[in-house]
């Protein structure tokens, strides 16, 4: 997904093999959103896989302009898109959650 903030165009991407949804800007990766996918247990609210956010990051120099916002809210929408129930360890998304209920029915 590409999106524009301020006349500069970032990308937002899944990789899948590295478990972690990136933010980069020309081609060159600026954050990223960790994740990790497991079997869904009695705790959870779920059936079948759960993906548990572990760890959000943008580096410092482009810190301030809503980039990790962006960044949750995709790896967020695209996980319920594939029908994943989430939790998370990562504060960040953890009050991203907190500030957001439309995504209240996805947590595990």
Not at 22 to 35: F, R
Not at 68 to 78: D, F, I, P
Request: charged content about 30%; hydrophobic content about 35%.
């Amino acid at each position: 997904m590409d999106i524009d903030i301020s006349g500069e165009n970032f990308t937002i991407t899944e990789d899948v093999a590295a478990k972690r949804f990136t933010i980069s800007h020309e081609g060159k990766v600026i954050g990223h959103a960790d994740y990790s996918d497991r079997t869904a247990s009695v705790d959870d609210t779920a059936d079948g896989t759960v993906r548990i956010f572990t760890h959000t990051e943008v580096s410092p120099e482009w810190g301030g302009r809503g980039l990790a916002a962006k960044l949750v809210r995709y790896a967020l929408e695209t996980s319920a898109e594939e029908g994943l129930k989430f939790r998370t360890t990562c504060s960040y998304v953890q009050n991203f959650l907190a500030k957001n209920d439309e995504f209240d029915k996805f947590v595990a």
